[in-house]
């Protein structure tokens, strides 16, 4: 069974459902000009949310995304096992763009909704990585974990001279945090 419902002519939300499963739908309209979200290439870093995944000492990710005028996106990373993914995608005019990148051969995906907070140019939101069971692998049982995002523009031309830096990992008792300048 399929369900949609149109909101506002700019956004459909709904679900799809089966024989015991139901999955929820939502899909925005994209933004005609995306200058004010800040154009260009951000630094995105997700980071493994201990309460939220089934392998917390996982690492974290790295990678950029650029947005160009139009609202076309292009995501590049790193994740902790040396895996890379990538998308092209499109900013909605709430500033909110999907990401899914299948990995592992398709047995393994990044899933989520990220966010550019209008004005800022600083990035939000979670993922979901699935990795697939591997015995000869850095997850041996596999792992889903929850990643949030965290970013900013790489240019500092929004009146903010320095940047935060913040620095953590299962060989750190905790993050390592201190302003740079760029």
């Known amino acids: 069974t399929i369900t949609l419902h149109l909101v506002n002519n700019d956004e459909i939300n709904g679900q799809v459902s089966g024989d015991g499963w139901t999955v929820q739908l939502l899909a ?20 493994a949310n201990a309460d939220s995944s089934t392998t917390a000492s996982s690492g974290d990710s790295y990678g950029t995304m650029t947005l160009n005028k139009n609202g076309n996106i292009q995501w590049t990373g790193v994740l902790p096992d040396g895996s ?50 591997n015995p000869n692998g850095l997850y041996p049982n596999g792992l889903t974990n929850k990643l949030d995002a965290a970013g900013s523009d790489l240019n500092s031309s929004a009146g903010v001279p320095q940047k935060t830096l913040v620095l953590s990992g299962p060989q750190l008792s905790g993050p390592l945090t201190n302003n740079v300048t760029l």
């Open 28 to 47: 925005f309209k994209t933004v005609k000009n995306a200058t004010s979200f800040g154009t260009g290439k951000h630094s995105v870093v997700l980071s």
């Open 84 to 133: 890379k993914g990538s998308e092209k995608s499109a900013l909605s005019k709430d500033g909110v763009w999907p990401l899914y990148s299948s990995l592992y051969g398709g047995n393994g995906s990044l899933i989520g909704w990220l966010q550019v907070t209008n004005g800022s140019s600083d990035i939000g939101g979670s993922v979901i990585w699935v990795a697939p069971a």
